[in-house]
């Protein structure tokens, strides 16, 4: 059973930064596939960044913001989100393939 739990969202100004967590057990293949995606209400669910065969992708609104890093070892990743926006506000949810951790919600204050 796989299971994630994201940490470190908050309230932050325009421009601020945050750092995302997320801890996830039950996986075999270390951080491999893990990503994260942010909803923010009245719009679908969308990708922000993820892992996939060594190399990150980011959604083009959040590249050379964002940074994603991960740890196989402690089976973690992280979301540094840097020059944050307004628009950058929503809930952030850690996932792998159908599992989705409980979300972390993420305030860019104008």
């Known amino acids: 059973q796989v299971h994630l739990v994201e940490s470190g969202g908050g309230l932050v100004d325009i421009g601020g930064s945050l750092r995302l967590s997320c801890a996830a057990s039950?996986?075999?293949?270390?951080?491999?596939?893990l990503a994260w995606f942010r909803q923010v209400p009245g719009k679908e669910r969308e990708s922000v960044a993820r892992?996939?065969?060594?190399?990150?992708y980011y959604a083009d609104s959040v590249k050379g913001r964002f940074i994603l890093s991960g740890d196989d070892d402690k089976n973690m990743i992280w979301l540094q989100m840097n020059n944050l926006k307004p628009e950058d506000t929503g809930v952030y949810y850690c996932n792998f393939k159908d599992y989705w951790g409980q979300g972390t919600q993420v305030t860019v204050s104008s």
């Open positions: 892992n996939s065969g060594g190399k990150q």
């Open positions: 039950g996986l075999t293949g270390g951080t491999y596939g």
